[in-house]
């Protein structure tokens, strides 16, 4: 009688279709007493009763609280005592939908191993005082997926299938509302699911092969042998290949990665393109005599150049920074180099070179150069314009649990203090893993800030392939043992969409397994290159170094002149402070003879000669714009307005005389980060952050990327 009422009046009265149960007893079988009390057993189930909806949302691996059986409080909103109620259940939906962008990620399937209920009270619409009567009832959603308005029912689905899928997202401790809301508009109207076309699907497969098949090959062929397996993570291949794929089709002309041993060796092969004949080698216990003292591990420490090759053929070139055995200590060295490449090729907008590092999940939480080198990612001397972290998130750090190894809910927790998104991804699906990969070199090239992806994984093997985890871990490794790789379980998806054919996918392992094998028959054969124990120098090379003659240093009168000029010298409109007058008129008195040179005249003299011969000079440290005993002056502050004049670099052109703003003035404004010119000789001079090991690295990073400058840093 209801079928043409309007469903707007059917959901407003809470008017609901009836399922009619009847018992038609047999004695022999059930009793009529018994059959009332069968049907009254239903009908407590249906109504939720003795776990009923729990036990079904389990077993479906259905994150969510069932929706329980409660009486309708409509009519107290519609009531003539006031608007009071009505307004309370309107800010409770939007309450509600504040608290899924906040703690969804809390309910999300994200263990590849084991599925967890995780329930959250804030995340039940009990909480709020919503029943199931709601849920086809119209209520303002605050611009959700562009709508002012929308029925409960969909408010759920999207807030859910957006946040508590096997992709969910932190970044609501974002201060800034247009990040926020640029994520909001690529998450929500898509409910966080990317439509991906055959060939990229395709894409994948061929990278999820390529790194099973290596991992497989070596330990078949070196059994034994220590290889840190990236066995349970690797969907990191397709991740890394589609980001470059993306960069390179966005302009960007190089990446540099910073990794520890974890899947070091696959990174290589399948993503920089070195040779399966030189890691063979490797194995082999030749390696590259230039690597000095180099262990039984040096393979998993060396680093490479190579060039991404996109589908549609573009290069994009890849540097994979050497790393030491002392985990994330690479981290700065990496964010050194970028700056370093990025200004050698005018790189204002920090756009065109990418870092990337892959931390491990008790490494990312535990060790401080990680904090210490978020903590750089933002400051006026040491922006890179934002790094993508990928977290090979383990559940383990050698033998120790998540529950020993930090007090935080997530490894990923310590950058929340730079603001960076977080993105959490189950490993074993990886088309979610490629669009948290989208959405985070999206936002990096955006905003330029640092992006987290935690790819939840597992490790198949111990921390090394000499290692029995079972010791430990019995029961995860119980799981892992019967889990299937990535990419059978991906080959299975694609293969029940007919995505692809059976034959097609054991066609492409076979030929890259036959690939391997080749490349391996040849190292059997080739000769073998120099041995490991060959020394560096020979004893000829050592004797002629040591006879070299000391450079001369001197400088003529002209260019003391020349630098003596531009240190006591300031623009007409710049206002020094009245304790600088008489440092600058000492400093014109040494230039002139008629007073000896200090210090820091001399010091400044000798950068200044470094610049005219055509190099450039970066000095950083505690303090060291003015020296911490105010000697230095190297950077000069307008009295007035505080804005910043580098002396110095008058050498270097005329155009660098505008004063650039102080770093709390010039917020964010990468354009304007020095007033030096880039890829040119320059003196760049920077007070840093209070830190050494972090700071350090940095430096020492650059240097190695800019071999073409005196790259200093200063202890305080």
Not at 28 to 43: C, K, N, P, T
Not at 605 to 612: K, M, N, R, S, V
């Amino acid at each position: 009688e209801y079928s043409a009422t309007d469903p707007a009046i059917l959901a407003d009265l809470g008017i609901s279709k009836v399922m009619t149960m009847t018992s038609t007893y047999d004695h022999r079988v059930i009793q009529g007493a018994e059959s009332g009390a069968f049907l009254a057993s239903v009908h407590e189930l249906l109504l939720g009763g003795n776990d009923f909806y729990d036990e079904i949302y389990r077993d479906l691996r259905i994150p969510y609280e069932p929706v329980r059986w409660a009486k309708d409080r409509h009519r107290l909103a519609l009531g003539d005592t006031g608007n009071d109620e009505r307004v309370a259940r309107e800010a409770a939906v939007l309450q509600m939908i504040n608290a899924y962008r906040v703690r969804g990620h809390l309910l999300a399937d994200l263990d590849p191993l084991d599925y967890h209920v995780r329930r959250h009270r804030e995340l039940d619409p009990q909480y709020y005082g919503l029943t199931l009567w709601d849920l086809d009832r119209e209520f303002i959603c605050g611009g959700l997926c562009g709508r002012q308005v929308s029925r409960l029912r969909d408010i759920l689905d999207t807030v859910r299938e957006t946040y508590c899928g096997k992709l969910a997202a932190e970044y609501m401790h974002i201060q800034d509302p247009e990040q926020k809301k640029w994520l909001q508009d690529r998450m929500e109207p898509s409910r966080n699911k990317q439509t991906l076309d055959g060939a990229t699907k395709r894409r994948i497969l061929m990278k999820l092969n390529d790194a099973e098949a290596f991992e497989k090959f070596l330990h078949t062929k070196y059994v034994g042998h220590k290889r840190f397996s990236l066995e349970g993570a690797e969907t990191l291949i397709p991740m890394l290949d589609h980001l470059f794929n993306e960069s390179a089709a966005d302009g960007v002309v190089e990446g540099v990665i910073g990794m520890a041993h974890r899947g070091r060796l696959n990174v290589l092969a399948n993503i920089l393109g070195k040779s399966y004949e030189k890691i063979f080698h490797e194995f082999e216990g030749d390696v590259d005599p230039n690597s000095t003292q180099g262990s039984g591990d040096v393979k998993y420490h060396l680093g490479a150049d190579g060039a991404h090759q996109t589908p549609s053929g573009e290069l994009m070139k890849l540097s994979l920074a050497s790393n030491p055995s002392h985990l994330e200590a690479v981290n700065p060295i990496v964010e050194g180099m970028v700056r370093a490449k990025q200004k050698l090729i005018n790189d204002r907008n920090r756009s065109l070179v990418l870092p990337v590092l892959l931390h491990g999940d008790a490494a990312f939480a535990g060790q401080g150069v990680v904090a210490e080198t978020l903590n750089l990612s933002q400051l006026r001397g040491y922006r890179t314009g934002g790094t993508i972290h990928i977290v090979i998130n383990n559940q383990i750090g050698f033998t120790t649990g998540p529950e020993s190894a930090r007090s935080s809910e997530y490894a990923t927790d310590v950058a929340k203090m730079v603001q960076a998104p977080i993105f959490h991804v189950n490993g074993d699906d990886p088309e979610a893993c490629v669009r948290a990969v989208k959405l985070a070199y999206d936002f990096r090239q955006q905003f330029h800030k640092d992006v987290v992806i935690d790819l939840i994984c597992y490790r198949r093997h111990g921390h090394n392939e000499g290692d029995e985890p079972s010791l430990t871990q019995p029961k995860m490794y119980k799981l892992i043992k019967e889990h299937r790789s990535v990419r059978k379980i991906y080959t299975e998806q694609l293969l029940r969409k007919a995505d692809i054919g059976p034959e097609e996918a054991e066609q492409w392992l076979d030929q890259f397994q036959s690939k391997l094998q080749d490349a391996f028959d040849r190292t059997k054969e080739e000769t073998a290159p120099p041995s490991a124990n060959d020394p560096l120098w020979t004893d000829e090379e050592l004797t002629g170094y040591q006879k070299q003659d000391s450079p001369d240093t001197s400088i003529t009168a002209d260019a003391l002149q020349k630098i003596g000029a531009a240190l006591t010298t300031t623009p007409s409109d710049f206002n020094p402070h009245p304790k600088l007058k008489p440092v600058l008129n000492k400093r014109k008195a040494m230039m002139d003879g008629t007073e000896p040179l200090d210090w820091a005249f001399a010091e400044l003299t000798a950068f200044g000669a470094l610049l005219l011969d055509g190099f450039r000079v970066r000095l950083s440290g505690q303090d060291s714009g003015r020296g911490t005993f105010s000697s230095r002056h190297a950077l000069l502050f307008d009295n007035a307005t505080g804005r910043g004049y580098t002396p110095l670099n008058a050498l270097v052109s005329e155009s660098t005389q505008t004063p650039v703003a102080d770093p709390v003035v010039v917020d964010n404004a990468l354009s304007q980060e020095t007033n030096e010119p880039v890829a040119e000789a320059s003196f760049a001079v920077y007070d840093s952050l209070l830190s050494e090991y972090g700071v350090l690295g940095f430096e020492y990073g650059y240097s190695v990327a800019d071999p073409g400058a005196l790259v200093m840093w200063e202890a305080q």
